[in-house]
């Protein structure tokens, strides 16, 4: 019997945490607002001292350096191999299978998908600028600030034939979803609590779909990128691929070649769409994207003039031809109001495309409520009392269960 009640307790607990931690926000506006973007490792290989070169190069992953000033999800860790790294540091220099020094590899973070590293290469300021940048990865970002549910990146296979029958059904099928789907109806606790931070009536499903080619140059880093976000997705070279990126840059899962379906189509966007039933970043499916984008200054809580993504600044070998590349009707300008960020799914399936952007329709960009609806903080003896009740509320709901369990065995004996 004790084991019996003890164990019902367990369940009341749970159940209450449960509550606690399910929310009515949409997933694509919390992990928008609430999930900072995961970082990536870059970890640099070397022997000895490095050379003033070489140090200058270092000097950009500082806290004051360039790419902390682009506000790129990426850290440093240096190795020196004549200095007795640490086990794992060695392994990840074996399995790169090179004498090349310095070496720069980057992983995506941990639990990393491809743990031996998405992409290594030289020390150079070429591949710095390329990997933490490019223009599609900000062609995704102002799409998704200005107000898009989620941006669906469609990486092309290389057979014209089997991307061009995939693609015309993502996009009839987005269509499709913008419109039998409905949002979630937010509960005015959340609000109160500021768990969104715009008026629910400007939050709009809205998708839309950008290409990227894998013969890209100038999104060669961000095509082994998209492949390392998951452990397998390399052995789809001839497939087309499609993955729905939402909040800040974090992508839910690859849809592949026949997978890209009807079905799993509406699945992901039913995930990204639904209510987010766990605050918890870490226990959604996805994988963040390496960017450059200061998401804390374009996703506030309160209204703001319109603004722009920075531009492109260092990254000197994009050519003018692949600023041409980019679809105009897809550079959706970056409204000051924030976007709306996705839930996660399950399903694996995928599709591809070239550096242009195609909406399904046109975005559409959030507007910030007028007024908020609580103060952000609370005083006197109004929020003790709140807090208590709250406590006593959720104490009341255990003892429920416990009782009714308890009830229930009594009734089963007699």
Not at 104 to 109: I, K, Q
Not at 162 to 174: G, N
Request: proline content about 6%; aromatic content about 6%.
């Amino acid at each position: 019997m004790r084991r019996c009640l003890t164990s019902l307790a367990v369940l009341g607990i749970l159940f209450t945490t449960t509550v606690i931690w399910a929310c009515s926000v949409p997933v694509f506006r919390y992990a928008l607002e609430r999930w900072p973007a995961d970082k990536y490792s870059a970890v640099v290989f070397h022997r000895g001292g490095l050379t003033p070169e070489q140090q200058k190069l270092i000097s950009h992953f500082d806290q004051e350096g360039t790419i902390a000033q682009k506000s790129a999800n990426v850290e440093l860790k240096l190795v020196d191999l004549d200095a007795e790294p640490a086990q794992e540091d060695v392994e990840l220099w074996k399995v790169q299978k090179t004498e090349t020094l310095p070496l720069l590899v980057v992983r995506t973070p941990l639990p990393a998908p491809v743990p031996a590293g998405f992409w290594s290469g030289e020390l150079t300021e070429e591949n710095i600028n390329r990997l933490i940048d490019s223009p599609l990865r900000q062609n995704i970002a102002k799409q998704l600030v200005s107000g898009q549910t989620a941006v669906w990146v469609f990486l092309e296979s290389g057979d014209a034939e089997k991307d061009k029958a995939a693609r015309e059904l993502l996009v009839k099928e987005l269509k499709r979803m913008e419109k039998i789907l409905k949002l979630p109806e937010i509960e005015q606790a959340d609000i109160e609590q500021g768990l969104v931070s715009v008026s629910p009536d400007s939050l709009k499903l809205k998708f839309s779909i950008v290409t990227c080619s894998r013969d890209d140059s100038a999104e060669q880093y961000l095509t082994h990128m998209l492949l390392a976000t998951e452990n397998d997705l390399k052995d789809f070279d001839s497939e087309p691929m499609t993955l729905p990126v939402f909040g800040r840059g974090r992508v839910l899962y690859a849809l592949i070649g026949k997978g890209i379906n009807p079905g799993t189509i509406e699945q992901a966007c039913r995930d990204l769409t639904g209510p987010c039933t766990c605050q918890v970043k870490d226990q959604n499916p996805g994988t963040d994207l390496l960017m450059s984008v200061p998401w804390e200054k374009l996703v506030t809580p309160t209204a703001q003039d319109e603004k722009e993504l920075p531009p492109l600044t260092g990254l000197t070998s994009f050519s003018n031809s692949d600023a041409e590349n980019q679809d105009p009707a897809s550079m959706v300008q970056l409204s000051g109001n924030k976007a709306d960020p996705g839930n996660a799914g399950s399903e694996k399936t995928t599709t591809k495309e070239a550096v242009k952007s195609d909406s399904v329709e046109e975005a559409v960009s959030t507007e910030p409520r007028e007024e908020t609806l609580l103060t952000a903080e609370k005083s006197g003896p109004a929020s003790v009392h709140y807090k208590i009740e709250l406590f006593l509320l959720a104490g009341a709901v255990v003892l429920v269960i416990i009782l009714a369990g308890s009830y229930m065995l009594l009734a089963r004996k007699q």
